[in-house]
């Protein structure tokens, strides 16, 4: 059947259930936000003389709910305005209103009987056919279906969004023996394609599968910070980015999550698995339990592994708690040889080989942690997954890890492992050990571009289902190469289009990147019908490389650094009038030189969470690839008759101006840094690729011509220079900016009013990429700024001066 999801009823408004409502109502569905109403009125309710009846007291909660979710940070809706799609209520007076929903989630406390109550009152409303769905991480899905009717079982499972939904990519389907097919395929297929999810088929088992594993590794090192003797620091350093993961580590997101929460998972866990091999590791070691009692549970009661201090001059230290003590102390830099033989090594599958070599305390904790960790998911299959790679998927997405254990696995090689761990006393499964013995040596492998997993009951490799529509650039690079230098590479993607992806550190823009540009190019333009420009990194671009900037502005090369920024330029402007289209497709932070790219293309296929924006402010420069000259072109194109030229020109100026950066896709559509009918959203990144590529198709297909170079961009000269002077001024005079930002200000200015013209004048987008280039280089000559890019360089930290 054809299934719409237009709207949505979601109740419960905790932190979870409001959440959630916002997910929705940013891929813009109509959302219905119900909890209960209140037992009891509130002091400032009774002074005003209200009741229990009155509309503002029956929705206080609900209210109260959406309103700190929207307050808190990160936020979970891409702009202010997804808010107007969020309808609130109660239980009392408003669940026959779920009658008009086409899908009903239960969010409230995570108690059966209460959840049972609940689904009363649903039963009573929901239209028939609607799914209904429970968000519960605790509770087994089959118990909340039992009494139900046949309809609502047939279209009842769980959907176990992961906190904070918006950023979290993880969605754990998880059906019973009454779900129908249908049902699962939708919420496998929705959550993928417009919930921007990697979706996992779950059993109902314990935990699921993100929590069981993630949960398990992270009791596993509670205990192992024990045996080994570990401080927090040491931890935090083990486990953070070197193995691919967040910043936070371990320690430092606990805090941010809530010690509590992963206190309940593991009793919850103790409590329902009695037949688990590492049934002993979920029992909280002492030194858990006695925070607990402490209350010392993360950022929510201002400490829990970490605390932050005021000290008497103002400043504030973060102390570290010692385990053994349970006091907290400043902090300790941790030195390992083994993490300084792996920071070289940027390939993360090389630097785990490098990793479990080492010979100290790191290495020996890589190898225990890790060794624990390939036992335990193998004995998991096939008891919470048949397939294997629903375990990497879901750890992956649902705890921010770049490798699932598998893959790890794999990375270190199977065969050799799996004897290391034998003397280490870890027993791999036996299904593992039968998998070598048939000669097959990895769990995955990639054969004609597609990734291929090793399927237990058949002992074959099947493709991983659900990604024949992604186009994954690791999986093709070996094959589909067609030309590379050390800071880019063109793959062909087919259809007679081709990519160009960076792969410099943090995708920074220099002259390797700028090469293979112009390389694809003309690649693009002899033999293809169009271009796209993507990667698969963590984030597309961080901008153009300053430290290069930095050394020939040091050294005054001033011809070498003029060359340079003409050719940052002459890139865009190819981007732009290239006789192929060129399709860009960025996604996370796409910051100055990657921004100025995205401003130049015929198209922008972004990811939901892509952070744009042009900084070159921070660092005492104006952007100088283009940008300043578009803004300018779109500050011109902005203008109508009758309004006041010059407030247009403001809103454009202090984009640039105050260094804006978008929260979100959206937000970079209102910034101004995409133009309508110019940008498509891609909510799954892993679609991103795949769908820029079929948007450069379809220009290519509707006869693209290559565009005529701008000759009618109206700049106002001084009439639009006395304000931004006035503006600047006065910023200044009121302590609100620095000296030196006066200066870049009146710079900017300077190149969007097209120089000091005595009268509005019609120019050339030659005309504005000289003055923008010439600003630049002036502005590459001055100390403070120098200063500022020395900041950045050296500690990654804006500076102020």
């Not at 160009?500 to 190019?521: P, Y």
Request: proline share 3%.
């Amino acid at each position: 059947m054809k299934r719409l999801i237009k709207k949505v009823a979601v109740l419960g408004s905790g932190v979870m259930g409001s959440r959630i409502a916002c997910h929705f109502a940013n891929i813009g569905v109509e959302v219905l936000l119900l909890d209960i109403a209140p037992k009891e009125l509130a002091p400032d309710e009774q002074a005003k003389g209200l009741t229990l009846d009155n509309p503002k007291v029956k929705n206080r909660i609900v209210n109260t709910a959406l309103e700190t979710a929207i307050k808190s940070n990160p936020s979970p809706v891409y702009t202010k305005s997804v808010i107007n799609r969020i309808t609130t209520g109660n239980f009392d007076d408003n669940m026959k209103d779920i009658a008009g929903c086409d899908w009903t989630i239960e969010v409230v406390v995570e108690n059966l009987d209460i959840k049972k109550k609940v689904y009363d009152q649903v039963e009573k409303f929901r239209k028939p056919g609607t799914l209904i769905t429970s968000n519960t991480s605790g509770i087994p899905i089959h118990l909340m279906a039992e009494g139900r009717s046949e309809d609502f079982k047939a279209h009842f499972c769980g959907t176990h969004f992961f906190n904070p939904p918006r950023y979290l990519r993880l969605l754990e389907i998880i059906p019973t023996p009454h779900t129908s097919a249908e049902v699962v395929d939708f919420v496998m297929h929705y959550g993928d394609q417009f919930l921007g999810k990697t979706t996992v088929l779950c059993k109902d088992t314990p935990a699921f599968i993100a929590n069981r594993v993630g949960v398990y590794s992270i009791m596993a090192l509670l205990h192992l910070v024990e045996k080994m003797d570990l401080t927090v620091e040491e931890v935090d350093k083990f486990t953070g980015p070197v193995l691919g993961r967040a910043k936070s580590a371990t320690f430092r997101t606990s805090d941010v999550v809530g010690l509590d929460t992963m206190i309940n998972v593991a009793n919850g866990l103790y409590n329902n698995l009695p037949d688990d091999k590492a049934h002993n590791l979920f029992v909280l070691p002492e030194y858990v339990k006695k925070m607990a009692e402490n209350k010392w549970l993360g950022d929510k009661t201002k400490q829990g592994f970490y605390k932050k201090v005021k000290n008497a001059d103002g400043s504030s230290d973060i102390l570290a708690l010692d385990l053994k003590t349970l006091e907290y102390k400043p902090q300790i830099k941790v030195k390992s040889a083994t993490l300084d033989a792996t920071k070289p090594v940027e390939n993360l599958r090389e630097r785990m080989r490098v990793y479990a070599k080492g010979t100290d305390k790191a290495g020996e904790f890589f190898r225990t942690s890790f060794y624990g960790l390939f036992e335990y998911v193998s004995d998991r299959i096939p008891e919470i997954s048949d397939e294997l790679y629903r375990i990497d998927d879901a750890l992956r997405a649902g705890f921010g890890w770049e490798l699932g254990p598998f893959e790890v696995w794999d990375a270190l090689g199977v065969k050799d492992t799996v004897a290391k761990m034998k003397e280490k006393g870890n027993e791999a499964a036996a299904w593992v050990h039968q998998m070598l013995d048939a000669g097959n040596e990895t769990f995955y492998k990639v054969e004609n571009g597609v990734k291929k997993y090793y399927d237990i009951p058949s002992q074959s490799y099947k493709a991983v289902p659900g990604t024949e529509s992604f186009i994954i650039l690791d999986n093709i690079r070996e094959s589909k190469t067609i030309w590379k230098n050390s800071g880019t590479t063109i793959t062909d993607l087919g259809d007679g289009i081709i990519n160009l992806e960076f792969h410099t550190k943090m995708n920074t823009i220099g002259a390797e990147v700028l090469q293979g540009i112009n390389k694809a190019i003309d690649i693009a333009e002899k033999d293809y019908r169009g271009l796209v420009i993507g990667n698969d990194g963590a984030n597309f671009s961080a901008g153009a490389n300053v430290g290069m900037i930095f050394m020939m502005a040091v050294e005054q090369e001033w011809d070498e650094v003029n060359m340079a920024v003409k050719m940052f330029q002459n890139t865009s402007m190819r981007i732009r009038y290239s006789s192929i289209p060129v399709v860009l497709a960025p996604h996370n932070l796409t910051l100055g030189g990657g921004c100025e790219f995205c401003l130049h293309a015929d198209h922008v296929q972004l990811n939901a969470e892509t952070y744009m924006g042009l900084v070159e402010f921070g660092v005492g420069l104006i952007p100088g690839g283009g940008g300043t000259k578009e803004f300018t072109l779109r500050t011109s194109d902005d203008f109508k008759e009758g309004q006041i030229e010059q407030n247009v020109l403001k809103d454009r100026f202090l984009t640039i101006g105050m260094a804006k950066v978008s929260t979100s896709a959206a937000e970079a559509y209102d910034l101004g840094y995409l133009l309508k009918d110019k940008y498509s959203i891609s909510m799954n990144r892993s679609r991103l690729i795949a769908d820029a590529k079929e948007k450069a198709i379809e220009l290519a297909d509707a006869g693209y011509t290559q565009p005529a170079h701008r000759k009618d961009i109206k700049v106002l000269g001084k009439a639009g220079l006395g304000m931004v002077y006035i503006g600047a001024n006065s910023m200044y005079s009121g302590h609100y900016i620095s000296e030196h930002d006066k200066k870049i200000s009146e710079k900017l200015g300077y190149v969007m009013c097209g120089g000091d013209l005595s009268s509005p004048t019609l120019v050339t987008e030659q005309y504005l990429l000289d003055l923008e280039r010439e600003a630049f280089l002036s502005l590459c000559g001055e100390r403070k700024t120098l200063e500022r890019i020395q900041s950045i360089i050296t500690k990654g930290k804006p500076l102020r001066n």
